[in-house]
T-cell receptor, first 110, second 111 residues
Framework: NAGVTQTPKFRVLKTGQSMTLLCAQD?????MYWYRQDPGMGLRLIHY???????AKGEVPDGYNVSRLKKQNFLLGLESAAPSQTSVYFC?????????FGPGTRLTVL | RKEVEQDPGPFNVPEGATVAFNCTYS??????FFWYRQDCRKEPKLLMS???SGNEDGRFTAQLNRASQYISLLIRDSKLSDSATYLC????????????FGKGTKLSVKP
C-alpha cells in the first residue's frame, strides 16, 4: 500500500496563476484533510472532507477550493495564487482520529 | 489561552538523557489526544495516542491529566534518532477526525 500520496512534490507559481494539488489515499478512509504548515505557525487546517462528495471549511479556507469527487482523491485548488500562499501543503486521511499524512507539496508563489 | 500550547524548545540533550515535553489544551470537550513526530522537511507521523490511564511504548511514556488539561511525553534513554519535532495533538471540540496541532517542541539529541 502506498498510503497517502501527493502530487506534485514541488511547484513554483507566479502571482495570479492557478494550480491544483492532488492527494490520493489507498486505505479506504472516509476522512481527508488539507493543511498548510508555515514556520512558527504549526499545521493549520484549510479544508476537510468527511466522505465522497462532501467538503467543509477549516481554519484558513480563504483563497482555496477543494473537491472530493472520488473517495480516494481530495483536490486542493488555488484559483489565483498569492505570495501569502507560499507554504508546505500536507494532505492527510483518517478513518477515526489517527491521521496519516502524505509527504507534502512545497509551493512557492513569486 | 491558545487551543494547544507547547514549549517550542529547542531541547538540546545528550544521548541517554531523559527528557519531558508538556502540552496544555484549552477545550475541556476534547476527547482524543496524541503525540506526533515530525522530522525535518518530512510529514508528521503518529508516535502514540494518549489515554487517561497513561500509556507506555518502549522508551516513551505519555500521560494525560484531564482536570488540568495537560498532556506530557517522557522519553527515556534518548537516542540520536529521537531528534525531531514533537507535536501535541488534540481533537477539536470533541469532533471525530478534526484535530488541532500544537506548534511542536524541537528535540536535538547530541552524542
Amino acid at each position: 500500500n502506498a498510503g497517502v500520496t501527493q502530487t506534485p512534490k514541488f511547484r513554483v507559481l507566479k502571482t495570479g496563476q492557478s494550480m491544483t494539488l492532488l492527494c490520493a489515499q489507498d486505505m479506504n478512509h472516509e476522512y481527508m484533510y488539507w493543511y498548510r504548515q508555515d514556520p512558527g505557525m504549526g499545521l493549520r487546517l484549510i479544508h476537510y472532507s468527511v466522505g465522497e462528495g462532501t467538503t467543509a471549511k477549516g481554519e484558513v479556507p480563504d483563497g482555496y477550493n477543494v473537491s472530493r469527487l472520488k473517495k480516494q482523491n481530495f483536490l486542493l485548488g488555488l484559483e489565483s495564487a498569492a505570495p501569502s500562499q507560499t507554504s508546505v501543503y500536507f494532505c492527510a486521511s483518517s478513518q477515526w482520529d489517527t491521521q496519516y499524512f502524505g509527504p507534502g507539496t512545497r509551493l512557492t508563489v513569486l | 489561552r491558545k487551543e494547544v500550547e507547547q514549549d517550542p524548545g529547542p531541547f538540546n540533550v545528550p544521548e541517554g538523557a531523559t527528557v519531558a515535553f508538556n502540552c496544555t489544551y484549552s477545550n475541556s470537550a476534547s476527547q482524543s489526544f496524541f503525540w506526533y513526530r515530525q522530522d525535518c522537511r518530512k510529514e508528521p507521523k503518529l508516535l502514540m495516542s494518549v489515554y487517561s490511564s497513561g500509556n507506555e511504548d518502549g522508551r516513551f511514556t505519555a500521560q494525560l491529566n484531564r482536570a488540568s488539561q495537560y498532556i506530557s511525553l517522557l522519553i527515556r534513554d534518548s537516542k540520536l534518532s529521537d531528534s525531531a519535532t514533537y507535536l501535541c495533538v488534540v481533537n477539536r471540540w470533541g469532533s471525530q477526525g478534526n484535530l488541532i496541532f500544537g506548534k511542536g517542541t524541537k528535540l536535538s539529541v547530541k552524542p
